[in-house]
């Protein structure tokens, strides 16, 4: 470049002086120097005039309004505007990036926050916004400390990111639990991330209940088998005592495999990949149910049926059998002696089908409703014991209709009775016998 500026003004030069000296020469010395001169002050004024325009876009550069050059000026002017296209272009990108990076981030699960070396926010993404009660915008440059007033992650923050604590525990909100994690990066700067917990703590608490549960309900016939085992090996006792003791232990031994087969049961309403859909006669099916309940009854109660015989539902027989078959035992357990039990299956009018249990019996108050279906919950304690009950009837039901896309309504008063209804929707029934022709 600068040696074609060179040699066009070396070009321009002897062009100037070859015609001076021609002009000179035919026309006078006077004329010749004229022509120099004018030819040399017209090239100064012209890398005057552009050297202003070039001072004038220095002082304010838009791309757009870069001055056009002419002469020895155009290969400077040209290399400046190729310099602006890329830098612009470099420029776009850049901004393209970084608004892809934080599309990125605003779309995580997690909360991000970038504080400055004093906890002031440079930025934070939706989550962490609506995570930690922030205005994405308007928080902007304020201390993070100052907006979220919590004692637990104030000290956190303040402890320092260059120390990376370990992620701390915090209750933002009630009823939500947040894991924050901060982190020092680049100047002086912290990452804060923010992660909902909330679940996740509360499948754990789950957790943990369940197995103290299961301990529990297992231990309690444990212990007492262990004490007549005890008693049957000390003592001497008459064949008839002996006999007692036995059937007695027989009896805990038979309400742990209870629990166990309904431990089971769930495991696998929980675990194993839905049954292949298949149509379920259900008439029969009740009809089977309801002989049960009568030997399980045995005369005390007056149970009835009600089905509709060609309406039959798609799904596992055996998870269908099992729901239906905790509902209507649990009818026979809490029903006094001289009540009465209906089981109705029906299709209601918005196309759903309906399958209750009715009973007569002594109801559930509307506060323990909500909980009927959590493993081991039990309005009376003793009444289930008594009748053979492992707490885990309703959660069965719960899964095995969940699985049917059907969902459990209950109705109940204390001692007026109870009506549990299992409906399903139109797209889980079949007319009876319409595989068969099919
Ligand atoms: P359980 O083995 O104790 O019967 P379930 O899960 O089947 O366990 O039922 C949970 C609790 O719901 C029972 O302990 C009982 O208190 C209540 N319950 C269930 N069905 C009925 C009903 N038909 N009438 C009154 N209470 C009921």
Same mark, same amino acid.
Request: with cysteine; hydrophobic share 45%; proline share 5%.
């Given at each position: 470049?600068?040696?074609?500026?060179?040699?066009?003004?070396?070009?321009?030069?002897?062009?100037?002086?070859?015609?001076?000296?021609?002009?000179?020469?035919?026309?006078?010395?006077?004329?010749?120097?004229?022509?120099?001169?004018?030819?040399?002050?017209?090239?100064?004024?012209?890398?005057?005039?552009?050297?202003?325009?070039?001072?004038?876009?220095?002082?304010?550069?838009?791309?757009?309004?870069?001055?056009?050059?002419?002469?020895?000026?155009?290969?400077?002017?040209?290399?400046?505007?190729?310099?602006?296209?890329?830098?612009?272009?470099?420029?776009?990108?850049?901004?393209?990036?970084?608004?892809?990076?934080?599309?990125?981030?605003?779309?995580?699960?997690?909360?991000?926050?970038?504080?400055?070396?004093?906890?002031?926010?440079?930025?934070?993404?939706?989550?962490?916004?609506?995570?930690?009660?922030?205005?994405?915008?308007?928080?902007?440059?304020?201390?993070?400390?100052?907006?979220?007033?919590?004692?637990?992650?104030?000290?956190?923050?303040?402890?320092? !990111?260059?120390? $990376?604590? +370990?992620?701390?525990? /915090?209750?933002?909100? %009630? =009823?939500? #639990?947040?894991? @924050?994690?901060?982190?020092?990066?680049?100047?002086?700067?912290?990452?804060?991330?923010?992660?909902?917990?909330?679940?996740?703590?509360?499948?754990?608490?789950?957790?943990?209940?369940?197995?103290?549960?299961?301990?529990?309900?297992?231990?309690?016939?444990?212990?007492?088998?262990?004490?007549?085992?005890?008693?049957?090996?000390?003592?001497?006792?008459?064949?008839?005592?002996?006999?007692?003791?036995?059937?007695?232990?027989?009896?805990?031994?038979?309400?742990?495999?209870?629990?166990?087969?309904?431990?089971?049961?769930?495991?696998?309403?929980?675990?194993?990949?839905?049954?292949?859909?298949?149509?379920?006669?259900?008439?029969?099916?009740?009809?089977?149910?309801?002989?049960?309940?009568?030997?399980?009854?045995?005369?005390?109660?007056?149970? !009835?049926?009600? $089905?509709? +015989?060609?309406?039959? /539902?798609?799904?596992? %027989? =055996?998870? #269908?059998?099992? @729901?239906?078959?905790?509902?209507?035992?649990?009818?026979?357990?809490?029903?006094?002696?001289?009540?009465?039990?209906?089981?109705?299956?029906?299709?209601?009018?918005?196309?759903?089908?309906?399958?209750?249990?009715?009973?007569?019996?002594?109801?559930?108050?509307?506060?323990?409703?909500?909980?009927?279906?959590?493993?081991?919950?039990?309005?009376?304690?003793?009444?289930?014991?008594?009748?053979?009950?492992?707490?885990?009837?309703?959660?069965?039901?719960?899964?095995?209709?969940?699985?049917?896309?059907?969902?459990?309504?209950?109705?109940?008063?204390?001692?007026?009775?109870?009506?549990?209804?299992?409906?399903?929707?139109?797209?889980?029934?079949?007319?009876?016998?319409?595989?068969?022709?099919?």
């Amino acid at each position: 470049m600068t040696r074609r500026i060179a040699l066009r003004a070396a070009i321009f030069l002897l062009a100037v002086s070859v015609a001076s000296l021609a002009l000179g020469r035919f026309a006078g010395p006077p004329w010749g120097w004229g022509l120099f001169i004018g030819c040399v002050l017209a090239a100064w004024l012209h890398g005057v005039v552009s050297l202003a325009a070039l001072a004038r876009w220095v002082a304010r550069p838009l791309p757009e309004e870069l001055p056009e050059g002419r002469g020895a000026w155009t290969g400077v002017l040209r290399a400046l505007h190729r310099h602006e296209r890329d830098a612009s272009r470099r420029h776009a990108a850049a901004t393209e990036a970084l608004v892809r990076f934080r599309r990125a981030v605003q779309a995580l699960p997690d909360g991000v926050v970038i504080l400055d070396g004093r906890g002031r926010i440079e930025w934070s993404n939706d989550t962490a916004a609506a995570q930690l009660g922030l205005d994405a915008e308007s928080d902007l440059g304020q201390p993070i400390v100052n907006l979220v007033r919590v004692p637990e992650f104030i000290a956190y923050v303040r402890s320092g !990111a260059a120390e $990376a604590p +370990p992620p701390v525990r /915090l209750e933002i909100r %009630e =009823g939500t #639990l947040l894991a @924050a994690q901060a982190i020092a990066f680049g100047e002086e700067q912290t990452l804060l991330l923010t992660r909902d917990v909330t679940q996740g703590e509360r499948l754990e608490t789950m957790r943990r209940d369940f197995v103290a549960n299961v301990s529990h309900e297992l231990r309690t016939p444990l212990t007492v088998l262990a004490g007549f085992l005890e008693t049957v090996r000390e003592l001497k006792l008459d064949p008839q005592r002996t006999r007692d003791y036995l059937a007695m232990m027989q009896d805990q031994t038979s309400r742990m495999q209870r629990i166990i087969e309904d431990l089971l049961t769930l495991s696998n309403l929980e675990s194993s990949p839905p049954s292949p859909p298949r149509a379920v006669p259900v008439a029969p099916l009740l009809e089977r149910l309801r002989a049960d309940a009568e030997a399980l009854s045995g005369g005390r109660h007056r149970i !009835a049926l009600s $089905a509709e +015989p060609t309406l039959d /539902l798609v799904g596992a %027989e =055996g998870e #269908l059998a099992s @729901a239906f078959g905790n509902l209507v035992t649990n009818a026979v357990r809490y029903t006094p002696a001289g009540g009465e039990i209906r089981i109705e299956w029906r299709e209601e009018a918005d196309g759903e089908a309906r399958f209750s249990v009715v009973d007569t019996g002594v109801g559930i108050a509307a506060e323990h409703l909500p909980r009927l279906t959590e493993r081991f919950y039990r309005v009376d304690r003793s009444r289930s014991r008594e009748t053979g009950g492992t707490g885990l009837g309703l959660a069965i039901v719960k899964h095995a209709l969940s699985r049917h896309e059907a969902r459990l309504e209950i109705e109940s008063a204390p001692g007026r009775g109870s009506r549990f209804s299992a409906r399903f929707p139109a797209r889980r029934t079949v007319a009876a016998g319409a595989t068969e022709r099919g």
